[in-house]
């Protein structure tokens, strides 16, 4: 059975290649995944050994690389649904923060668990283009064999691709960050209680069993 922390490690690998040479706007994106795959993968192989022993430099290589990619202000406004206009302005930055410090540690924990795992690039349709929108799909390929679709969803603002939402075997994970937060609004009826408490670990577990990848 894969693990929930190499379920996001996969996930984590993707978005570092996306990284790599989604900025140029002039480019499609499928081909900038394709010319970027090799270089990011050996890089990871090259440096395995130190993120495998210095996890401070595993968290700076993430955020190195996702920083400029994932655009976490519209990702977490979509996780915290109609409790948006009901936060604080510092609540929500807090949150903003909070949110991705969660998904760097789980992605920095779990990286290395990449391991030549196989990834192909699909072919772009049209309906994959609409306006400012893209979508890259990708398959993964897990130690035992099973495919696992990966759907980018991103978003072309000031002329540089960011990645507004994540698909796996199908599981918007947008969608299940925002029923955790509503879930944990329910249960504790405060704000500041929901951010300090809140894990994108948890939803790895959540996507694990959901996704039913081994």
């Given at each position: 059975?894969?693990?929930p922390?190499?379920?996001?490690?996969?996930?984590?690998?993707?978005?570092?290649?996306?990284?790599?040479?989604?900025?140029?706007?002039?480019?499609?994106?499928?081909?900038?995944?394709?010319?970027?795959?090799?270089?990011?993968?050996?890089?990871?192989?090259?440096?395995?050994?130190?993120?495998?022993?210095?996890?401070?430099?595993?968290?700076?290589?993430?955020?190195?690389?996702?920083?400029?990619?994932?655009?976490?202000?519209?990702i977490?406004?979509?996780?915290?649904?109609?409790?948006?206009?009901?936060a604080?302005?510092?609540?929500?930055?807090?949150?903003?923060?909070?949110?991705?410090?969660?998904?760097?540690?789980?992605?920095?924990?779990?990286?290395?668990?990449?391991?030549?795992?196989?990834?192909?690039?699909?072919?772009?349709r049209?309906?994959?283009?609409?306006?400012?929108?893209?979508?890259?799909?990708?398959?993964?390929?897990?130690?035992?064999?099973?495919?696992?679709?990966?759907?980018?969803?991103?978003?072309?603002?000031?002329?540089?691709?960011?990645?507004?939402?994540?698909?796996?075997?199908?599981?918007?994970?947008?969608?299940?960050?925002?029923?955790?937060?509503?879930?944990?609004?329910?249960?504790?009826?405060?704000?500041?209680?929901?951010?300090?408490?809140?894990?994108?670990?948890?939803?790895?577990?959540?996507?694990?069993?959901?996704?039913?990848?081994?």
């Open positions: 059975m894969t693990y922390k190499q379920l996001f490690s996969m996930m984590a690998a993707v978005l570092l290649l996306l990284a790599a040479g989604l900025a140029q706007a002039e480019q499609d994106p499928r081909k900038l995944v394709e010319q970027t795959v090799e270089r990011m993968t050996k890089r990871i192989d090259a440096e395995r050994q130190k993120l495998n022993n210095d996890p401070q430099y595993a968290r700076e290589l993430v955020r190195e690389e996702l920083g400029d990619l994932v655009d976490f202000k519209r977490t406004r979509v996780v915290m649904g109609d409790y948006f206009d009901q604080s302005r510092e609540q929500k930055y807090r949150f903003l923060e909070v949110f991705e410090n969660s998904l760097v540690n789980t992605y920095a924990s779990g990286v290395t668990l990449y391991d030549g795992q196989k990834m192909k690039v699909l072919p772009l049209e309906e994959d283009r609409r306006g400012n929108y893209a979508r890259v799909r990708m398959e993964f390929s897990t130690n035992s064999g099973q495919v696992v679709p990966i759907f980018f969803t991103l978003f072309l603002d000031g002329g540089q691709w960011r990645v507004v939402n994540v698909y796996v075997n199908g599981l918007d994970l947008s969608q299940i960050y925002k029923q955790q937060f509503a879930q944990s609004m329910q249960q504790h009826n405060d704000m500041d209680t929901v951010i300090a408490n809140w894990s994108a670990a948890d939803v790895a577990d959540e996507v694990e069993n959901k996704a039913n990848v081994n």
